[in-house]
């Protein structure tokens, strides 16, 4: 660790340029960290500007198989993808800083907001504020679906996956691991038989009309030299972190026994940790039922209130949770003080929530990265991609609605359960300030950290003036 963080391990990317410093590297993913608005789709593109357009760390080939990967894997996509990429640049050391330092603002600012809210209730600027950003995040989240949609469709095949993804999930409620399922199965049949649609070889990268190819980034288009699964380094990667991750909830079971809050708590999160398929959306129904109904942790429509929290601050929207834990715990503080009892719940929730990531990243990447050049699971993870802009444009609908209407319902018929808006609630004020950042964004091609805190401003300010 040492000598990465002295810049002592000199060397030269595949492209001619020196390798980034440990320290460049910890600035860099900081940087994400804090323009990580937006969800999965938003801090997705935020990502592949800056590592892929901007730093040249990876070109886009190698980017999408990280992506792809991610997308199996339970838990926050987003996060692991920091992960999977900072352990590409710096090994062990580089995943663990790249992985923390991407959830830390959202743990700041997600509690701080909790705190807020359990001491003062709803208050009117923090509101505010919130009504603002989320302007800016449907911004981002369209950029973002625009950016992997340009990449990843290539084909009328590509985008008949990305549309049957989208009206499977859209209209029919199908879910997300079965749709990433088919898909993948869709492309590893089409790539073992060879058809023209699934052929994504890295050694034949297109180039031009802004593409990164993998010979012009540092990492280069060949395996990394860090890939190759060492049994023995492998086995203490997993001890480690299985001790880290379940040591402290074997302790809080042997110690408060099982009906204490913060065994509840941590068992629960562990347990929801590995079967979060899909992302934050896919879970929060799961969260929000045992959070209200079992445990009694929070009272009907407080989720949505954690919600608002997540989507508008820095960091994987998954990070609801720590809502979810600091209320719980705050409404049963025991011996503790109600506040401190909260922030114990909410860290605890965020840590038996985010430790598994590394362990899948750290277990799985490299035996990715050496079937990377593979035909067959390259096309499948080819026709993930496409299968997961369908789920995005779904996602953007969703939050859409939700931002202009203030009563949105569902159409359960004929098998089909669409999104119905109540037209007599449509807010002309959060229309127009869509309408503002939609513009500022895709016509003047506003910088991000301008776009969310001027959204955020406008927000304050229509407050001021009573408009909302």
């Known amino acids: 660790m040492s000598k990465l963080l002295d810049g002592e391990e000199a060397r030269m990317g595949a492209d001619g340029r020196p390798w980034p410093s440990f320290k460049e590297a910890l600035a860099v993913w900081g940087r994400i960290a804090l323009l990580s608005f937006g969800g ?16 040249r760390w990876l070109g886009e080939a190698r980017f999408l198989h990280a992506l792809n990967f991610c997308m199996l894997l339970p838990g926050p996509e987003a996060q692991q993808l920091t992960v999977y990429i900072g352990w590409l640049m710096h090994r062990t050391a580089g995943g663990i800083a790249a992985g923390l330092l991407f959830v830390l603002p959202g743990v700041v600012a997600v509690m701080a907001l909790s705190l807020i809210y359990a001491t003062y209730g709803d208050v009117g600027a923090i509101a505010a504020l919130f009504f603002g950003l989320k302007a800016a995040v449907l911004a981002i989240v369209l950029q973002a679906l625009l950016r992997i949609g340009g990449k990843a469709i290539k084909n009328t095949v590509m985008a008949a996956i990305a549309t049957a993804s989208f009206i499977a999930i859209f209209a029919f409620d199908v879910p997300f691991p079965i749709i990433i399922f088919a898909a993948a199965m869709i492309g590893y049949i089409g790539g073992r038989t060879g058809m023209a649609a699934f052929q994504t070889n890295a050694g034949h990268e297109a180039s031009g009309n802004g593409y990164v190819a993998g010979a ?82 929070l009272r009907p429509g407080e989720m949505l209130d954690g919600l608002g929290m997540a989507e508008t601050t820095p960091g994987p929207l998954i990070m609801v949770t720590q809502f979810v834990g600091f209320m719980g715990a705050y409404r049963d503080p025991g011996s503790l003080s109600p506040l401190v009892a909260g922030i114990l719940g909410g860290l605890l929730t965020t840590w038996v929530t985010f430790a598994p990531c590394f362990l899948w990243i750290f277990l799985g990447a490299p035996f990715i990265e050496r079937l990377r050049n593979n035909p067959a699971l390259s096309a499948a993870l080819a026709a993930i991609t496409a299968a997961v802009v369908g789920v995005i444009l779904n996602l953007a609908l969703w939050f859409a609605l939700h931002v202009i209407f203030r009563d949105v319902g569902v159409f359960d018929g004929a098998g089909m359960a669409l999104p119905m808006p109540d037209i007599a609630s449509l807010d002309f004020v959060a229309l127009i300030l869509t309408s503002v950042a939609l513009i500022a964004a895709f016509r003047f091609k506003v910088n991000m950290l301008i776009l969310i805190g001027g959204s955020a401003l406008l927000g304050l300010i229509l407050h001021g003036v009573g408009m909302i």
């Open 40 to 55: 999965p789709a938003g801090q997705i593109a935020v990502m592949h500007r800056i590592l892929v357009e901007e730093k």
């Open 216 to 297: 012009d980034t540092i990492l280069g288009s060949e395996q990394a030299d860090n890939s190759q699964p060492r049994a023995g380094a492998m086995m203490r990667t997993v001890a480690i972190i299985l001790v880290l991750w379940l040591g402290p909830v074997a302790a809080l079971l042997l110690i408060l026994g099982p009906d204490h809050v913060f065994s509840e708590i941590a068992v629960f999160f562990s347990k929801m940790a590995v079967v979060t398929f899909g992302g934050a959306y896919a879970v929060l129904a799961y969260v929000a039922q045992a959070a209200v109904e079992t445990f009694g942790w």
